[in-house]
């Protein structure tokens, strides 16, 4: 079994047990001045060849489930992105970040271990022929990313990105849709090596969800250098660039 099948059975063995069932199927509706995420409003950094559209924003968002393959149609509220999901006595109370459906009860948001995320977002016609992906900045813990009802992929803690070619259209609107699952990180340390050892671990995220920026990312195709993480040492005099290549050609030369 590889480490993301491990991480996926100990994920959904504690959404079963503390996931809420059942939510009522209302909708939470946008006060007045108030709006739902739009690329016309999105804050969005360009070069001439690559683009960054930030979805920060208030998305749909619901607490999950035990329906967790299957992206719901209703039972929507709103949270703004990046915040992280309401506990405790605030888990009630609205906000400018925080709209939740009047069918919630406190107790079913108290204890949520497992939320979906939804947003509409338009593919910038000019996109045509780029490579396009989801870039989450700070995800804690693990996330499964649907576009159109379609499972694309998962991300985990602290940070991920996503190939979303295949699935979005240049010129065409996706609805994007989150399954973002929060456990401790003990758990998910002990997940690429023993997943019964997992399962046991107990605890709490004090920080849920998407906690940091979640954006598009258009570039060209082709190989490329990332994630990278930079590693510095005044007393050894050294720097250290720790990266992946990807899309290269065996048989090419390159040069860093």
């Given amino acids: ?3 993301t099948s491990c991480m996926r059975v100990v994920l959904v063995s504690a959404v079963l047990a503390f996931g809420v069932p059942g939510l009522a199927a209302a909708q939470a509706e946008l006060p007045q001045g108030e709006a739902a995420w739009t690329l016309e409003g999105a804050h969005r950094e360009a070069t001439p060849t690559r683009e960054h559209v930030s979805l920060g924003g208030l ?3 619901q607490p999950a489930g035990e329906a967790l393959d299957t992206v719901p149609t209703d039972g ?4 703004r992105v990046p915040t992280p999901w309401p506990s405790g006595r605030d888990s009630r109370r609205r906000g400018e970040n925080f709209l939740p459906n009047p ?3 406190a107790d079913q948001l108290r204890d949520v271990t497992a939320a979906w995320y ?12 780029r490579r396009i992906a989801l870039s989450a900045e700070f995800l804690n813990s693990f996330a499964t990313v649907y576009v159109d009802g379609r499972k694309v992929g998962d991300m985990q803690f602290p940070a991920g990105e996503l190939d979303l070619t295949a699935v979005c259209r240049p010129g065409g609107q996706h609805v994007v849709s989150m399954l973002v699952l929060a456990v401790p990180l003990r758990a998910v ?3 690429f090596n023993d997943t019964d050892a997992a399962r046991e671990v107990a605890g709490t995220v004090a920080r849920r969800g998407l906690c940091g920026d979640v954006c598009l990312v258009a570039a060209p195709r082709g190989a490329r250098v990332g994630p990278m ?3 510095t040492s005044v007393r050894e005099g050294r ?7 990807h899309d290269v050609d065996p048989a090419g030369a390159y040069r860093l």
């Fill in 1 to 3: 079994m590889s480490s």
């Fill in 59 to 61: 998305w749909q968002w």
């Fill in 76 to 79: 929507w509220g709103y949270l």
């Fill in 103 to 105: 069918a919630w009860s």
């Fill in 118 to 129: 939804q947003v509409t977002v338009p593919i910038p016609a000019e996109w045509e022929g």
């Fill in 189 to 191: 340390m002990l997940a």
């Fill in 229 to 231: 993480r930079v590693e």
């Fill in 239 to 245: 720097i250290t660039f720790d990266t992946m290549l």
